[in-house]
């Protein structure tokens, strides 16, 4: 049995733009034949009250590099803890960041998404520092002076549930 | 030192967490430059929407100086689409390299409170099984691993084993595969 469902609209719907800001973007690698070690560090306790806005991990060759944003009081807490893991590379940071992110029905299940988030960006020559979107979210991380820009652009492109 | 919690002791409790869902099975691809490359993202993103091709999982990080790396999953069955479009049609800088790796799953943990202890976790329990990682980005409310598709079974206990699922919750697997369709029905009169 064949069933299909027709679900389309224009503009997008999406249920409304998020912003955090004042962030610290920070990234390192690690080698993957040691990532237990890396995953011990992480998992302390100490890092529970730690809230991370975004991550993402991307693998390459035998490293995976990590990227992930965080408030600048939580920045010193993990650097601390992952100054204590063998084998990572120094920490890069850059400072100030901000993520702008959003969500829409079944964003997960449908193409054009990413494309009309980039493309809106792009044309607007708005850098787009790191991405993440998995589930029905698009999360972009941009210099903090873009956020703002960022928010009118993708206004304009998508439509905001009401 | 290992953290007790890890393991589920007596002594120490295992983080709560809601559920698990898996993926149905996915690709993966992965392109790679010394430098940012212009509209890298709006570009494959454009191509991949033409051909109708859903994006499951993205990540992309960018760097004026230094590496950048956009890597993406699609369902298994658009691989040999993609591959092909990607290595013809898209006009990247000869510097950057494309890889590939089929046969990918994505398992997410959610809600996704204590992100960094969930990533610390699913790292070292599935690195002492040998389950590789390939990938991980947060959402809105979840926590996203990319691994091997035919290991999912074992990744999945491997997870339940390590952090604390509501009692009698299956993990979420799907049984639909969605495509969306420029077929519009409209009503008949």
New interface residues.
Partial sequence: METIAVYWEQPIKTYGFQKVTDLVLIEFSYPLKEIISLGRTLSRDALQMVKAEFIIAQEFGEMISVTLCLSEKEYGDFWVSLAQAPGSTPCEYTYPVGIIYFHGPHFGDRYGIAEASFSALSQADIEIVASGCSASSVFVVLAQDDIARAENVLSHTFEVAK | M??L??YGTDTMEKLKVGGLRQSLELCKF?L?GPE?S??I??NV??I??SQ???????????N?DK?C?L?FCLNQDLFPRASKILNKGLRLPTVWEIESREHVG?I?VFPRH????I??????????ESI?????????????FITDYRIMDKAVEVVQDSLQLPRNRAPIKPELQ?Y??????RNKR
Avoid: H
């Fill in positions: 290992w953290p919690s890890l992965d790679r940012s212009d509209g993202l709006a993103s454009r991949l929407a109708k091709s859903n994006i499951a999982f993205l990540t992309y990080k960018g004026k590496c790396q890597s994505m997410t204590s992100a960094i202890i990533l610390g976790v699913v790292m070292a329990s599935w690195g002492a590789p990682i390939y990938g991980i980005a947060t959402s809105l409310s979840a926590v996203s969605y969306q369709s420029e077929v519009i029905k």
